[in-house]
């Protein structure tokens, strides 16, 4: 029984890593349902970004501080020079477009620091055991900063007045005009928020699954597969998601073998897609007008 729960809360450290990754999926896609490849590159040039600053002295609070808007406002830039110029996105060429992006992000960071994975310190913090579970501080950091921020971006989009524009931009652009809403702004506003939630991922998530040049690729499939669960348009259900599939993955290396892990997230893409493609909400989404 202690092995069971230990590999569901290391499945559930590593699913909120994945539920932020597919928050940042979301929160463009429900804006102009463009699906955003380079998601998970936001979390590698966190990653390695903070490494880089902590090796030349800077303590790693501050790193990490400087860390989170320098890449939101990377996310911003690659919005602003490569999506805003392109006037009629489809889902489709924002997929080619953003994938060539990622690649283009993925070979910088390789010339930058090279081919080595390396991880941040620990958050300050004492392991734990309970129930005969052995609990990393670093889980913890990484379950509770997920929580704060997923629940910030939740009620953000669901409660405040932007969040609610932000929505209107996507559901009805016409009317979210008339009304003085800038679509391009809410575009960009979103890029923002999925900069930022790829940071905390990357950031958090460093000292234990370390940061690469290609750490971004498998994160941000398998923050997309998460994200699909919700049909990509539902923030609460991709946080779910992004939980699931890391316990699924904890539980299939676990008992079955570790060389299907990776495969986990691929299956259960194929399950969405051929059973409920909307994703696990409760009704399909409506046609956007």
Partial sequence: MSDLLQLVFSGLAQGAVYGLIALGFVAIFAVREIVN?????????????AISAVTAGVPLLPAVVLVVPMVVMVA????????????????????????GISTALKAIMLLIWGP??????AFPGRDIVLAGVSIR????????????????????????????????????????RLVGISPRMATMIAFGVAGFVGAVAG???????????????????????????????????????????????????????TGYRDAVAFLVLLLVLLV???????????ARV
């Fill in 276 to 286: 409920r493609p909307q994703g696990l909400v409760l009704k399909a989404s409506a």
């Fill in 137 to 176: 501080s670093q889980e913890l950091w990484i379950l509770g900063i997920s929580a704060v921020v997923g629940a910030a971006v939740v009620w953000a989009y669901e409660h405040t007045l932007l969040g609610k524009a932000m929505r209107a931009c996507a559901e009805q652009p016409v009317a979210a």
């Fill in 203 to 257: 950031l958090v998530g460093s000292p234990i699954y370390f940061s690469s040049w290609d750490y971004g690729l498998g994160l941000g499939l398998k923050g997309f597969v998460a994200a699909t669960l919700g049909g990509l348009v539902s923030l609460r259900v991709a946080l779910f998601g992004g939980l699931l599939l890391g316990v699924l993955e904890n539980l299939v290396a676990g008992y079955i073998d």
């Fill in 37 to 49: 490849l380079a998601q998970g590159e936001y979390a590698a040039l966190a990653g390695l970004s």
């Fill in 116 to 121: 080595q994975a390396r991880g941040l310190p």
């Fill in 76 to 99: 911003v830039l690659i919005e602003r020079l490569c999506i805003a110029p392109i006037r009629k996105m489809t889902p489709l060429l924002s997929i080619i477009l953003t994938l």
